[in-house]
């Protein structure tokens, strides 16, 4: 037992072996049971405290023990909260039962240093033990968030290329189609202008193969051999409406392509997005509306683009129901940003109005954002 120089011990030394013993001997379960083991130890040095013994590091060492062993096996609100509880415990228990004399920074600054300081350690101790596994999680994470990545950019081209093919197949069959019909209307009275749609039908079939293998040719798998690579076809735009309101002629709709305000560029995926949904609806006009003209209008505003297909009268075209060609146009616009409206026109007929974003908008989004960091 330890006292202050010069002075007898006022207990007898019996009851702090004892209670020694017993918090030594419930060490044993502090990996099992390390909260029960911490109230044990903290049980018998508060007792050791009342009796009246000097409170120095040798009284509090079980409870230090337990306090390590539950800042290493539980999170750190509970370590904290058992050892502030012991800290205050032992120190109240001190200033009310403490041996007289005994020096007041002895009995407030050593519970505190002797008890915060285990369980910082074994909180340091339970973080580096469990940083391997925070790695590990963080990668599995990682790799988990890159499949589920790849697997949404594949969905999303399967889905893209099962767009262009609807549009590739429906616009040269439904054309196709048409002309087979009037060559053969024209054959018995009309020989040559047969002739001539009999070339414009040739012209179909072959535009058609040509974006079909171009299409197709993306499915080809990575450990394919490609074998010899055709020249490359260029990827349509607004800037090929023309040609496209031409390849119409020879089905029977004349198609009228006007531009209001001033032509900006949009991105290469707005552009193409806007050539395949007036490819779309234009052929919608030709499938399901008994008129013989169509008129295509591109509006420039500020920071979009509006594209308006609209026709004289007729049905309106497949695709509101149960079709996937509305439903194809919606997905393309949604895809470069921008949004789809179809509907009847009060004075007849069917619109299709598509709007997307210009380029010149994300330039000035991405100067904002550089001139404004967060």
């Not at 240093?113 to 925070?134: C, E, F, H, K, Q």
């Not at 009309?190 to 058609?208: D, F, I, K, Q």
């Not at 023309?242 to 991105?267: C, H, I, K, M, N």
């Not at 997307?356 to 001139?371: D, Q, V």
């Amino acid at each position: 037992m330890i006292t202050f120089p010069g002075r007898e011990p006022a207990v007898p030394w019996w009851p702090g072996v004892l209670l020694a013993a017993v918090a030594c001997a419930a060490l044993v379960q502090r990996r099992t049971h390390p909260r029960r083991t911490v109230l044990l130890t903290l049980g018998c040095a508060v007792a050791a405290s009342a009796l009246g013994y000097l409170l120095t590091v040798l009284l509090p060492a079980p409870l230090m023990l337990a306090l390590y062993a539950l800042a290493a096996a539980t999170d750190r609100r509970t370590a904290n909260t058992f050892a502030l509880v012991a800290v205050a415990l032992l120190i109240g228990t001190g200033l009310l039962a403490g041996p007289p004399g005994e020096p007041l920074v002895l009995k407030l600054l050593g519970p505190a240093a002797w008890l915060l300081l285990p369980t910082s350690l074994g909180t340091v101790n339970r973080l580096r033990a469990a940083y391997p596994d925070a790695v590990q999680a963080r990668a599995d994470h990682a790799e988990r968030t890159r499949e589920e990545e790849a697997r949404r950019r594949v969905a999303e081209e399967r889905m893209r290329i099962a767009r262009d093919l609807h549009d590739v197949v429906a616009h040269h069959l439904v054309l196709a189609n048409l002309q087979a019909g009037a060559v053969a209307r024209q054959l018995p009275g009309r020989p040559e202008e047969a002739a001539r749609l009999t070339a414009e039908l040739a012209g179909t079939t072959a535009s058609a193969l040509r974006e079909l293998k171009a299409t197709v040719g993306l499915l080809r798998e990575a450990g394919a051999d490609p074998g010899p690579r055709p020249a490359a076809t260029p990827t349509p735009g607004l800037a090929h409406l023309p040609q496209l309101a031409a390849s119409f002629r020879g089905a029977g709709l004349e198609v009228t392509v006007s531009t209001e305000g001033d032509p900006r560029p949009l991105t290469a995926g707005a552009d193409l997005t806007a050539y395949r949904i007036v490819q779309e609806a234009l052929t919608n006009v030709t499938k399901h509306a008994a008129v013989g003209t169509a008129d295509v209008r591109l509006v420039y505003a500020d920071d979009r683009l509006a594209v308006m297909v609209t026709d004289g009268g007729g049905k309106p075209p497949a695709g509101g129901g149960g079709g996937y060609g509305i439903v194809g146009m919606r997905e393309r616009a949604r895809s470069a940003g921008g949004r789809v409206r179809t509907g009847h026109r009060p004075g007849g007929g069917f619109e299709v109005v598509t709007e997307l974003p210009l380029r010149e908008r994300r330039a000035k989004e991405g100067e904002t954002n550089e001139s404004h960091p967060v």
